[in-house]
């Protein structure tokens, strides 16, 4: 209990506040100290404010602080975990060592006087004292660590723990044989220890060992400002960049229509020219819209040269160059080095039921896009079989069947329910159309992978496949598609990098996810 009393002098004026406090202590302020404290609390009131400012920022400085201790303690973590390692493969290196000395003193070397074994034995004890020395230092007199389990042969303190790691290569091919397409550059192991630290997924760079000379212009047909853009793009790679020029045939009598300086323009005769063109041209542009790259990939049935895409279509999925600056552009290409993105096919056989063997085919069809097996005009169900490397997959019941490439995953797929996938991912798109089961889900299986699609013989209708839109093919009952990744791809060069230009044309071809942001003013967690 507290309690104040005033105490007044014998003139009447109050001098001392006295606080009694029922323990027996008492202490007194004079007046004069209390107004002058209360002055000093009333000006600490009015820079609150300031201080609070001041605390904040005191609070972010000892936030980056700590932060930055952390790093720090992390790095001296990584440091001392890596001298760790090393005084292991030193102490590994030196019990190895020793070993090969005691085989050889014990009649496994070539050692045939005596002063030659004693000339080793300084050498063997000075190595033992340091392995010895080095293992109490790992792990102490007593206990395993790792240099029990890596060392050769078995622990004679532990016979139970396995010494030797097996080694091993890996090998890639179809189904474990040996012919298949090899990768070299996608899984690398060290020791035994598989990584995928160097995988080919990683950008790509095209870097000219020697001046491009031949350039091959592909355009969009019946297109008055393509026309006007390609016969402007002629007459700039002649004057001022010094390029042979081909074009197709119907592009060289319309250049020739207007004036007869184009004719120095290239073009080819029949297709067996058309098969040499790889031999002939460093580049290949197109003036269009993902159609004429289309068409460009279906002329190279092998190597395709790369390919500079130019916008003059309505979506551009695979067109990522503006026509307006394609002087700026095409300068920067032709001296290099450019980013591409390769671009995998799909390439597909037909069998019949009456043919002789697996060798008695139709094709190949080379794909960019997708391969679509549908029932046509027919008013019945598809019914197809459908194998991968010769194991059943499923039954497709439904409109049909896509088989698409990942460049195509934007196209025909997308529309039935596949989904986007970044054009650089190696693999097939399994989509179904309007399948009979609301369980028929896509898939996306691995590119090593061969597809047979057949036509069973209690079918009620018949199947059309298409490929790429074009090349319609009828099939009927015991007739089947075999499907599986071309070997040469079709390298597209990309404005920015592959991975930009993907979301790109996502964001401004198909609007993906684009909506109104949420109103930042209603309701708010407290």
């Known amino acids: 209990m507290y309690h104040s009393e005033l105490t007044s002098n014998s003139n009447g004026n109050s001098s001392v506040s006295s606080l009694h406090i029922e323990n027996g202590y008492m202490d007194t302020i004079p007046l004069m100290d209390s107004e002058k404290v209360m002055k000093d609390f009333l000006q600490q009131q009015s820079v609150k404010g300031v201080d609070e400012h001041l605390i904040e920022f005191s609070e972010a400085l000892r936030t980056v602080a700590k932060a930055l201790r952390q790093v720090a303690e992390g790095k001296a973590s990584a440091q001392a975990e890596a001298a760790e390692w090393k005084r292991k493969y030193e102490l590994e290196r030196a019990r190895n060592l020793l070993k090969e000395h005691e085989e050889l003193s014990s ?112 355009t969009k047909p019946n297109s008055t400002s393509v026309r006007v853009l390609c016969a402007e793009m002629v007459r700039w790679l002649k004057d001022q960049k010094k390029i042979n020029v081909y074009v197709e045939p119907r592009v060289r009598t319309e250049l020739l229509s207007e004036s007869s300086y184009f004719n120095f323009v290239q073009t080819w005769k029949d297709d067996e020219e058309v098969l040499l063109l790889h031999m002939k041209t460093d580049l290949v542009v197109t003036l269009g819209g993902d159609g004429t790259v289309l068409w460009a990939a279906s002329m190279f049935k092998g190597p395709v040269p790369p390919v500079v895409p130019f916008s003059l279509g309505s979506l551009g999925f695979m067109t990522p160059f503006h026509s307006e600056h394609y002087r700026e552009y095409l300068d920067a290409i032709l001296k290099g080095p450019i980013s591409i993105t390769l671009r995998h096919r799909l390439q597909c056989y037909v069998i019949r039921d009456s043919a002789k063997d697996e060798l008695d085919t139709e094709g190949p069809f080379i794909v960019l896009n997708e391969i679509t097996i549908d029932r046509g005009i027919s008013s019945f169900l598809t019914n197809l079989e459908c194998y991968c490397d010769n194991s059943f997959v499923t039954l497709v019941q439904g409109d049909g069947l896509i088989l698409s490439t990942t460049s195509g995953s934007t196209a025909y797929s997308l529309a039935a329910g596949g989904s986007m996938v970044h054009p650089q991912v190696p693999g097939i798109l399994f989509t179904p159309i309007c399948p009979h089961s609301l369980s028929f889900r896509p898939l996306i299986l691995p590119e090593y992978a061969t597809l047979r699609v057949q036509v069973p013989f209690n079918s009620r209708g018949l199947t059309w496949a298409s490929f790429d839109g074009k090349d319609r093919k009828q099939l009927g009952p015991g007739d089947a598609l075999v499907c599986s990744m071309a070997p040469w791809p079709v390298p597209t060069a990309c404005q920015l990098d592959s991975t930009r230009d993907f979301l790109h044309s996502i964001h401004d071809g198909l609007h993906w996810n684009l909506r109104k942001t949420q109103s930042f003013d209603g309701p708010q967690d407290s």
């Open 107 to 218: 009649g496994g070397g070539h050692f045939d006087t005596k002063s030659e074994k004693e000339g080793n034995i300084p050498i063997q004890n000075e190595m033992r004292n340091l392995v010895t020395d080095q293992s109490e230092r790992c792990c102490g007199k007593h206990g395993i660590c790792s240099h029990e389990v890596l060392k050769h042969g078995v622990s004679e303190s532990n016979p139970m723990v396995i010494a030797k790691k097996a080694s091993f290569k890996l090998q890639w091919g179809s189904n474990g044989q040996k012919n298949g397409q090899h990768k070299h550059d996608i899984v690398s192991f060290e020791r035994g220890n598989i990584t995928t630290e160097g995988r080919s997924s990683k950008q790509i760079f095209l870097k000219w060992e020697s001046q491009p000379q031949t350039l091959l212009i592909l």
